[in-house]
């Protein structure tokens, strides 16, 4: 699935959009970034409720497919525009983070 097959699914709609073809390969779900940095995998669709530059640098060093921004979180004009220029692809939904990935597990067919 990529991130652009992932829009289609009810919930889940663009922030930034950059690489719509990336290939989603598996989910990450954590709000501590030192953590995410350190367990998230090359290739996983990032479920999150941190909005701010750093979740920015993260998602590079870890080298995730996207950002979701869980439960209607949303980013600042100036944190859109660094992702934009760093090539982040980054998600909202409504759901919460429990609900996202449980939605994503049934469309991934991992």
């Known amino acids: 699935m990529t991130v652009n097959d992932l ?5 889940f709609s663009s922030v930034v959009l950059c690489e719509a073809d990336r ?4 989910v990450y779900i954590g709000d501590l970034l030192s953590w995410v940095m350190g367990r998230a995998k090359s290739g996983d669709a990032w479920i999150t409720i941190m909005s701010n530059v750093n979740t920015l640098a993260v998602a590079t ?5 996207c950002i979701i ?4 979180v949303s980013l600042d004009e ?10 982040i692809n980054v998600i909202s939904t409504p ?14 067919k991992l």
């Open 61 to 65: 060093l870890a080298d995730t497919s």
């Open 78 to 87: 100036g944190v859109k525009e660094t992702a934009q220029a760093k090539g």
């Open 69 to 72: 921004l869980a439960e209607g």
């Open 95 to 108: 759901l919460s983070s429990y609900s996202a990935a449980l939605k994503l597990y049934s469309v991934l």
């Open 7 to 11: 829009l289609k699914v009810e919930g």
């Open 23 to 26: 290939e989603i390969q598996g």
